[in-house]
């Protein structure tokens, strides 16, 4: 059963546009968010991370959004530039253990095209 | 400071035999995991350590043992491969209990 689901494989943006990256989970003991990017070849990056406490948090480009009532969150870049094209981890925890222990969704690719 | 390093690369094992994968983290940090991530999955689990001598299982831990002898230092050991166990190993550490932060650039694993 996946707890964690990015229900878009992929995604095609043009440079300069917005980039709006979904994430649903199933699981209402999910108290932190994280999304993660990876590069081919290499391993991932953390990009940025949501409380449950709270429903956005911004990072430059960068700004996260948690729906609760919807169990959604979603990941937006803006703009959005070429060197973004990597595949989107997000991730969450549950707050009856410890953080060590993440679910991830599948990933999405983002290509952001010139 | 090279961050999360992870040793070898890449690997091709026979069904039955043994290896160790190396991490090596240069932050000082308390936690420290290893992933494994397979085509159309995200990444789960295996074990992770909340620091020096400590060791704990995660999600997909059968057919794995880890070791955290020294703080930067967590080994992942493979006794006996299986086929099952090809995928792409990833090995993160952290300073805080908030989820991984920086992660090695993997290792590819392939058992015949």
């Known amino acids: 059963d996946q707890q964690v689901k990015q229900n878009s494989p992929s995604l095609s943006v043009q440079e300069g546009r917005i980039s709006i990256l979904n994430c649903d989970y199933t699981?209402?003991?999910?108290?932190?968010f994280l999304w993660y990017k990876k590069y081919p070849a290499e391993g991932p990056t953390f990009l940025i991370s949501?409380?449950?406490?709270?429903d956005k948090n911004e990072d430059g480009r960068f700004t996260v959004f948690l729906n609760k009532s919807a169990k959604h969150l979603s990941l937006h870049i803006v703009p959005s530039q070429p060197g973004d094209s990597a595949v989107y981890f997000c991730?969450?925890?549950?707050?009856?253990?410890?953080?060590?222990?993440?679910?991830f969704g599948t990933g999405t690719r983002l290509q952001v095209t010139l | 400071n090279a961050g999360v390093t992870q040793t070898p690369k890449f690997r091709v094992l026979k069904t039955g035999q043994s290896m160790t994968l190396l991490c090596a983290q240069d932050?000082?940090?308390?936690?420290m995991y290893w992933y494994r991530q397979d085509p159309g999955m995200g990444l789960r689990l295996i074990h992770y350590?909340?620091?020096?001598?400590?060791?704990a299982k995660g999600e997909v831990p059968d057919g794995y043992n880890v070791s955290r002898l020294k703080k930067q230092n967590f080994l992942l050991g493979l006794e006996s491969a299986a086929p099952s166990q090809t995928s792409v190993y990833f090995c993160?550490?952290?300073?805080?209990?908030?989820?991984?932060?920086?992660f090695g650039p993997g290792t590819r694993l392939t058992v015949l």
């Open positions: 993160a550490s952290s300073g805080t209990s908030g989820g991984p932060r920086f």
């Open positions: 699981n209402s003991m999910f108290d932190y």
């Open positions: 949501i409380s449950s406490i709270k």
């Open positions: 991730a969450a925890r549950g707050n009856t253990g410890t953080a060590s222990k993440l679910t």
């Open positions: 932050m000082n940090h308390e936690y």
């Open positions: 350590s909340v620091g020096e001598g400590t060791t």
